[in-house]
Every structure is written in structure tokens, then in C-alpha cells.
Nanobody, 127 residues
Framework: QVQLVESGGGLVQAGGSLRVSCAAS????????MAWFRQAPGKEREFVAA????????YYADSVKGRFTISRDNPANTVFLLMNSLKPEDTAVYYC????????????????????WGQGTQVTVSS
């Protein structure tokens, strides 16, 4: 069974930085596209960033491009999201997601593409 466990969330002031991590277990991590989504109170879940199995390609939502960086450490079965220049509107629960299919990166921005989800980690940015 695939398990995804996020960590690293917390409270940070606007303009600050935070790195969240997602540890994966249960299958060969290096075969799958991984992504981060977020959901703010009263809003729908939205795509944040994705990284393909090799780490060779990354994708970002326009709202975070240039501020956030997604990366992965395949030997450690971990994906990271480094968030810089944080804004109050970045406040949300951040979820790690793993693609259901190996070596697939289509529709990376759709939640339905991902078969496995973590429990989420809260990120709060104060103004």
C-alpha cells in the first residue's frame, strides 16, 4: 500500500520561506510523477507543482512560479517543496500526491491524475 506522509508545515511571516517534505513508501518511488496541491479554507483544491519521475521536468502553477521549487530525492523516496517569498494567500493545507501510473506525466495539474494522497500539512503565512 502506498503511503505519503507530509511534514514541515508551520507558521511563517509574509516574505519568509518554508520547506515541506513528503516521504513515500509502498512502491518504487522513482517511477512516478509527484505533485503538490493545496486547499485554502472555503476554496477548492488547486495544483501547485509537479515533478516527473526522473526530476528532469517540473511544472508550476502561475501563482507560485518563480517563488516555489519542487524537487525530489529518489534514493530517499522524498519529494520537497521549497516556498520562498511567501504571501498570506499561500495559506492552505498542502497535500502531496503520487501518480497512479508509472512513467506518466499527462494532465499533471489535475487531481484526478493522482491515485495516492498524503494527509496534508498546514502552512500559514501571517501578514
Amino acid at each position: 500500500q502506498v503511503q505519503l506522509v507530509e511534514s514541515g508545515g508551520g507558521l511563517v511571516q509574509a516574505g519568509g520561506s518554508l520547506r515541506v517534505s513528503c516521504a513515500a513508501s509502498g512502491r518504487t518511488f522513482s517511477k512516478y510523477t509527484m505533485a503538490w496541491f493545496r486547499q485554502a479554507p472555503g476554496k477548492e483544491r488547486e495544483f501547485v507543482a509537479a515533478i516527473i519521475w526522473s526530476g528532469g521536468s517540473t511544472y508550476y502553477a502561475d501563482s507560485v512560479k518563480g517563488r516555489f521549487t519542487i524537487s525530489r530525492d529518489n534514493p530517499a523516496n522524498t519529494v520537497f517543496l521549497l516556498m520562498n517569498s511567501l504571501k498570506p494567500e499561500d495559506t492552505a493545507v498542502y497535500y502531496c500526491a503520487a501518480n497512479a501510473l508509472p512513467y506518466y506525466s499527462g494532465a499533471y495539474y489535475l487531481g484526478s491524475t493522482y491515485g495516492y494522497w498524503g494527509q496534508g500539512t498546514q502552512v500559514t503565512v501571517s501578514s
